[in-house]
């Protein structure tokens, strides 16, 4: 089983329309939890970390649910530059490694 | 301030040659990290050095790749020989003093072999 899995997508949406997709984690012991963006042919960026009670960062929502071990990241109004491929990430306990979703993949069409 | 630097951005070969990456991190930072994507396989982590000393390889997919980081300024990740299916994006990434997790990763070599 991977440790982080997540809907490929692509999800395709008009602008301004909310968009939202979760990802899973297998070890429970996981203490730090992140949505990474990446654009097509470039590096992964840091969109916002994960805390245990939510928090937002914009239009971006981002929860977390360690009873269910899945992570939510929700876009509201979203705009044609949020086209990107989301990368859930979770950190290894007691560790330094992150694991790396496979990633989601946003379109937001005109 | 500079980010992550990597170079070369692109970089094509013919299977058999020597192929060496190389990275930059982020002054002050203490950890650096080199990862593989690919399409199939994602993002992997390869490698991972603690104050220029490599902690873990066990992402290292075989002999035929090395890393070193001779100092806080510079590290290098070698494939030699190299092999068509090492074709891929390499990124470098590094992370702060503080021991937060985020990880700022570099743009990425490019590595086709042919």
């Known amino acids: 089983r991977k440790e982080v899995e997540q809907d490929p997508g692509p999800f395709n949406v008009p602008e301004g329309a909310t968009v939202a997709f979760n990802c899973t984690y297998s070890n429970s012991a996981s203490q730090s939890f992140f949505w990474y963006r990446q654009d097509c042919r470039k590096e992964p960026k840091l969109l916002m970390s994960v805390y245990s009670s939510g928090n937002e960062d914009g239009r971006f929502t981002a929860q977390l649910n360690r009873a269910s071990q899945y992570i939510s990241l929700l876009i509201r109004d979203s705009k044609l530059s949020d086209s990107a491929t989301y990368l859930c990430?979770?950190?290894?306990?007691?560790?330094?490694?992150?694991?790396f979703g496979a990633g989601t993949t946003v379109t937001v069409r005109a | 301030d500079a980010g992550v630097i990597q170079s070369p951005r692109h970089e094509v070969t013919e299977m058999g040659q020597e192929v060496t990456l190389r990275c930059k991190p982020i002054?002050?930072?203490?950890?650096l990290f080199w990862y593989r994507q690919t399409m199939m396989r994602g993002l992997e982590l390869l490698i991972y050095?603690?104050?220029?000393?490599?902690?873990?390889d066990s992402g290292m997919p075989e002999d035929r790749f090395s890393a070193k980081m001779p100092n806080a300024s510079f590290s290098t990740l070698k494939i030699q020989p190299s092999e068509p299916r090492d074709s891929a994006v390499y990124f470098c990434a590094s992370r702060p003093l503080d021991y937060t997790d985020t990880q700022y990763f570099g743009p990425g070599t490019r590595l086709t072999v042919l």
């Open positions: 990430v979770v950190n290894s306990p007691n560790d330094y490694k992150l694991s």
């Open positions: 002054s002050g930072h203490n950890s």
């Open positions: 050095f603690n104050n220029n000393v490599p902690i873990d």
